[in-house]
Structure formats: C-alpha cells, structure tokens
C-alpha cells in the first residue's frame, strides 16, 4: 500500500483510508470490527476516518468498543476525526435546528469527547467537518492550540473548505493545517473547476477524499447512466470492476489524493483498494470527465 507524507517524519497516511461513516449499519459486534480493522492491515491501511456526528453521534463509541477489546491496534493505526455539526438527535435533545459550532470551547469539548468514545488518548488529526458562515478563525485557532499543547491531538485539518477559508485559518496557525477533505468522484466535479483542488495542490497539502463512487447512486441511478457505461466499458477493456475504474478515476487526479473507502465489506475494501494499480489514459480520464458532465470539453 502506498502511503502519503502529509507532515515530514511526522504524520504519514495510507494512500486508501477507511472509513466509519456507516458502522452503525453494518450490524457489528466489537470483535467483528477488530478483525475488520486486522484486514485492513493486511491490506495496509492503517488510516481511519471517524467523525463525532456519525452514527448519530453513536458510531465513535462501537469503535472505542473494538479498541479497548483490543488496545493493541491503536498503535498501528491513525485516528481521524471531525467535529462541528450538531442536528437534533437522541445524543443532542438541546439542539433543534442543523447548525455548526466552531466556536473554541465546543470544538475542545467535542474533541475530549472523542476521545473518550474512541478510547483513545490523543487523535492523529482533528478537522473542523464544516466550514461555518459564523466561524472565527482565532477561536478556532485557539482550540487547536489548546489541543496541541495539551497533547490531545497530534495535527489538524478541515473539511469541505474553500481555499479561501482554508487559508483564513492557516493564517492564524504556526503550524500547519495537513488536509482538505473534499467531496471528489466523477459523478461530483466541481472540485476540478473551482480552485479547491490547486490550491491545495501549490501549498502541497494533500486531500482526502469522501464519496468517491458518489454514494452508491453511480451504480443504479438513471441519471449517471452514460458515465455507468463508459465506465463499465473501461472496465471490460482493463480487465477491472466499475468500482475500482471510477476509484482509479479519482486517484489519477494530481495532488496524492487519498480516497475514503465507506463500504464495511470487506472483499469490497480488497477491490477498491486494488485500483491503486490501475493506470487511467487520458482519454479514458476525459472520456469519463465527458460522461459525468453530459457534454464534450470545450
């Protein structure tokens, strides 16, 4: 597996990443995760994607369950999380509408809280989940800081951030902010158009990447039809399932993109992970590009 340095001998992570997102639909017990997370290291992903609001806000603690069941994974892997939504739920019955806090005391607060649940003693990464149109970037700045010197966690990034809201809160850090997750699959392509991704891309900062196969609708959905075919046509012709042509289409993009496999199946996480060593040409990337948009490029 290959891994990217987002941190010179300091913070590295496996190319592919697994994500938590759905663990609560995938009917496991503790010891059924531990012995997922074992075959992922096999695989060599050693990169976990967590966040506090998944699972409604129940998905961080049945993984601290495998954890603690057996505490001698966490030193071979590296624990995201994300913190800055609340939406009304069991876990928040004071909250009655969607709303983001990025305020600093919240963002300490649900950052101790994730630690408690996962059971751990720091995060490898902490990112803000969402960009808020009331964020303060100073008191954002000050809870990372006040993390950092406590120890709790190790380094910090965002989440579906504009270049222009990353780099309002770099400017408050002394150190650096080691990742963007952005929303990147050939059925969403904004990101090649917008900036996002250049940015990044001149601060060497490298991406993560969620819903790469676009939440499933790609495989079934009328709509992605003509990008299906394509696909499944560059498939058949590589010798690949749909899945890992659509995956190979995001990891072709420049910037060492790491995509976030969501799927708890494990033969699932093997093919996915595969497309690693499947070379797109141009013109199957742009025949793809094509498909997905609907029209030719100009």
């Not at 601290?64 to 995201?80: F, S």
């Not at 995509?259 to 070379?279: F, K, M, W, Y």
């Amino acid at each position: 597996m290959q891994r990217v340095e987002l941190v010179n001998n300091e913070l590295s992570f496996s190319r592919m990443v697994q994500g938590y997102w759905r663990l609560t639909d995938w009917n496991m017990h503790a010891q059924d995760i531990v012995r997922f997370v074992e075959q992922g290291l096999e695989l060599g992903i050693t990169t976990t994607d967590h966040a506090d609001v998944y699972g409604a806000f129940t998905q961080e603690a049945l993984f601290g369950q495998a954890l603690k069941l057996a505490p001698g994974l966490r030193d071979k892997i590296e624990v995201v999380s994300k913190c800055g939504i609340l939406f009304p739920c069991d876990k928040q019955p004071d909250v009655r509408v969607v709303h983001y806090n990025n305020d600093t005391d919240y963002i300490v607060a649900a950052a101790e809280r994730s630690l408690k649940e996962l059971a751990v003693e720091y995060l490898d990464v902490l990112l803000i989940h969402r960009p808020d149109p009331l964020m303060d970037a100073d008191a954002v700045a000050e809870a990372f800081i006040r993390l950092r010197a406590a120890g709790k966690v190790k380094h910090f990034g965002v989440s579906n951030f504009s270049a222009s809201k990353f780099a309002l809160l770099q400017s408050r850090l002394d150190f650096p902010l080691v990742t963007n997750q952005l929303e990147i699959s050939a059925v969403h392509t904004d990101y090649l158009f917008d900036g996002n991704l250049d940015f990044l891309q001149q601060h060497s900062v490298k991406p993560m990447a969620w819903s790469c196969l676009g939440g499933g609708g790609v495989f079934h959905d009328f709509q992605y039809k003509a990008l299906r075919d394509c696909a499944g046509a560059i498939a058949e012709e590589s010798g690949a399932s749909l899945d890992q042509i659509l995956m190979a289409f995001v990891l072709s993009i420049p910037g060492q993109i790491m995509p976030i496999i969501g799927s708890g199946n494990i033969d699932r996480v093997r093919t996915q992970a595969a497309s690693l060593s499947i070379s797109l040409t141009r013109q199957q990337w742009f025949s793809l590009l094509e498909a997905a948009r609907g029209y030719k490029v100009p």
